[in-house]
């Protein structure tokens, strides 16, 4: 699996008053096996780029390619492609329709045309990968927590088997039980599953924690693109677009800049944790 996003731009309405640019000149790859996070201010273009990513939108101008192949090209199987970029949508279990759970996750390997047996333990395994147990296949979609929820609609896009996931801020509008739960959900995904993962968001703490590489949108660009420590060691150039840097790495720069001999390039909460015991432990 590889995506290769070269030169890609987008203008909506174009040619009228409405006319916006919302990505420019945006390169970068995907690689199998990756986790990569991305972040940028509201507005930044994340959700106008992913909607690339699996042909949703068409480029103004640049392109997609999945496995080599542009994406825009005549006659390419859009159909199979949405199959294999599994995409999943902010609030995505606005999208559950069906009676019961069951048969939402059924829906979209059965628009694959597959057969009813496969199309069942798809939804049978996909169901199981999110931690929905069989006691809730049965039930309405809307009888489930807002967590729940969300997570059968993830399990409807897994049922596809897509090689890659890409989410857009799956987290939003969850609590702190919610959120945990998705983001291991999602991390299972991708050690168990090997699923390649792209993640938008926009907690700092969560994509530190969670994410290998990270691709910063700002006003339609991509600034940066590197591993999460990297990135994240650039505390200014990010507080120049407004965006921060995680708790435990604010957190520790603060307590550098107050003569503490600490190390401010730790990101994750265990490590600051690690780091400040090794302090009083001196
Ligand atoms: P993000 O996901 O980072 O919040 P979006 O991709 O949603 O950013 O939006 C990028 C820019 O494109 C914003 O300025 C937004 O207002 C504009 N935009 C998004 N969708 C549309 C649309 N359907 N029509 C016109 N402009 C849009």
Known sequence: MSIIVNHLSHIYNPGTVFEKEALSDVSFSVKEGEYIGILGHTGSGKSTLVAHLNALMKPTDGAVYFNGVDIASEGYDLKELRGKVGLVFQYPEHQLFEEDVFSDVCFGPSNLGLDPSEVELR???????????????????????????????????????????????????????????????????????????????????????????????????????????????????????????????????DLRAAGLPVRDDLITIKEAEEEILRLFRR
């Open 123 to 253: 939804a049978y395994n996909a169901l199981k990968a999110v931690g929905i147990g069989d006691d809730q296949f049965y039930v309405s979609p809307f009888d489930l927590s807002g967590g729940e929820k969300r997570r059968v609609a993830i399990a409807g896009v897994l049922a596809m088997k897509p090689e890659i996931l890409i989410l857009d801020e799956p987290c939003a509008g969850l609590d702190p039980r919610g959120r945990d739960e998705i983001l291991g959900i999602v991390d299972e995904l991708h050690k168990e599953y090997e699923i390649t993962i792209i993640i938008v968001s926009h907690s700092m703490d969560d994509l530190a924690e969670h994410a290998k590489r990270l691709l910063v949108m700002n006003e339609g660009r991509l600034v940066m693109d590197g591993t999460a420590r990297e990135v994240f060691s650039c505390r200014q150039e990010l507080e120049q677009i407004g965006l921060d840097v995680p708790s435990a790495t604010a957190v520790l720069s």
